[in-house]
Each structure stands twice: as C-alpha cells, then as structure tokens.
T-cell receptor, first 117, second 113 residues
Framework: DVKVTQSSRYLVKRTGEKVFLECVQD?????MFWYRQDPGLGLRLIYF???????EKGDIPEGYSVSREKKERFSLILESASTNQTSMYLC????????????????FGNGTRLTVT | SQQGEEDPQALSIQEGENATMNCSYK?????LQWYRQNSGRGLVHLIL?????REKHSGRLRVTLDTSKKSSSLLITASRAADTASYFC?????????????FGQGTRLTINP
C-alpha cells in the first residue's frame, strides 16, 4: 500500500514565523500535491509538482512556496505565517498517468492541522 | 476553482438503508473520482469513472455519470455504521504534465445504528 506521511498531525505557530510542512511518499510517485481544507470551502489546491524540482501553482498559492528536491519529498513553506493560514493541510501523491485523458487516484496523508496564533 | 458541488451537504440515514449522494460540475472533464474522508483523517480513493463510462460498481458502491447533465451520483447500498464519513467528488483536468483534481465541498454522511 502507498504510504504518504506528513511529519506532524498538529502544529501551533505564531504569526510571522516561517513554517515548514513536510510530506514523504514511499511509492515512487511522480506527482505530489498540497491542499488545504477549510469548513465550507472543501479542498483547495495550493501547489503541485509533477517531477523533481518542478512546481506549479494551484488555485491559492499566495503566501506559500514549495520545494521538491527529491522525488519522495514535497515540502510546503509558509514564509510568514498568518492567522488566515490556520487550516488542515493535506499532502497527496499519484502516479503520472499513461494518458492525459486519465487521472491517477490520489493517495493522501492524514493531514497536518496548523493553528497560527 | 470549485468544480464539483455535492448534494446534499449532509445526510443522515438508518443502518441498512441506501445512501445516495450527488455531484454536479461545470466544465468538461476526462474523469470523475469519489473519495471518502473519516473524521480528522486524509481522503481515501473509492472509485474512478471515465467520461466515456456511464456506470461503475465496486462492492456496495455504484457510481453513475451523466456528462450531458454534468452530474454524477454515488450510491452506497446496505449502509453500515462504518460508512459514516464525508464523501467528496473530484473532477480531473490534465495540464502541465500533472493531472490535477478539483474537489467539491463534500457530503457528510451519518449512519445511525
């Protein structure tokens, strides 16, 4: 079974701190994603990566950056945490699909609940 | 951008009954997926249906897709307490070499014993 591991389940940080959220997958997946989940808003894509050192903005990239130096690891960085970044952060990975008309299923980690005070 | 919208937002039924959740979307898709999320956990993939398919089954799950109406439904038959969770539809877009999924807001399903 694919395992996607997020380094922390719960995290409390202060406004202005630089925050690193780490995600590691063990199945050699090409694609990795960071979503945030908020009540009433569902899951929103922050950034994704389809290869090492490649990154693409999702729907809400402002205030975030990412790093993918190794295939198995995808880090989300909050440059200067703010209270509106309090949320559940979900990392996911997937295989690169053989055809562009097909989406490989996502495998999710258990999430990091971040509170910024 | 929000693509899929689930209906209803919340559903509460008795154990043993069938549960039906609906998903509507706005633009053309190449496939649609359903996921389950137990409280405080990550999402788990349930089933994928391609745009050229109309119905798909997996165990007690049945998914239909109507591309003319831009809608899908997820039916869970003979529900169990363990089916209590939130269910999300996600639509697939292919871009930039990665396949991006856009999720709806989910249906919260409660199965009462």
């Amino acid at each position: 079974d694919v395992k996607v591991t997020q380094s922390s389940r719960y995290l409390v940080k202060r406004t202005g701190e630089k925050v690193f959220l780490e995600c590691v997958q063990d199945m050699d997946h090409e694609n990795m994603f960071w979503y945030r989940q908020d009540p009433g808003l569902g899951l929103r894509l922050i950034y994704f990566s389809y290869d090492v050192k490649m990154k693409e903005k999702g729907d809400i990239p402002e205030g975030y950056s990412v790093s993918r130096e190794k295939k198995e690891r995808f880090s989300l960085i909050l440059e200067s945490a703010s209270t509106n970044q309090t949320s559940m952060y979900l990392c996911a990975s997937s295989l690169r699909a053989a055809r562009s008309s097909y989406n490989s299923p996502l495998h999710f980690g258990n999430g990091t609940r971040l509170t910024v005070t | 951008s929000q693509q899929g919208e689930e209906d209803p937002q919340a559903l509460s039924i008795q154990e043993g009954e069938n549960a039906t959740m609906n998903c509507s979307y706005k633009t053309s898709i190449n496939n649609l997926q359903w996921y389950r999320q137990n409280s405080g956990r990550g999402l788990v993939h349930l089933i994928l249906i391609r745009s050229n398919e109309r119905e798909k089954h997996s165990g007690r799950l049945r998914v239909t897709l109507d591309t003319s109406k831009k809608s899908s439904s997820l039916l869970i038959t003979a529900s169990r307490a363990a089916d209590t969770a939130s269910y999300f539809c996600a639509t697939g877009e292919a871009l930039q070499g990665a396949q991006k999924l856009v999720f709806g807001q989910g249906t919260r399903l409660t199965i009462n014993p």
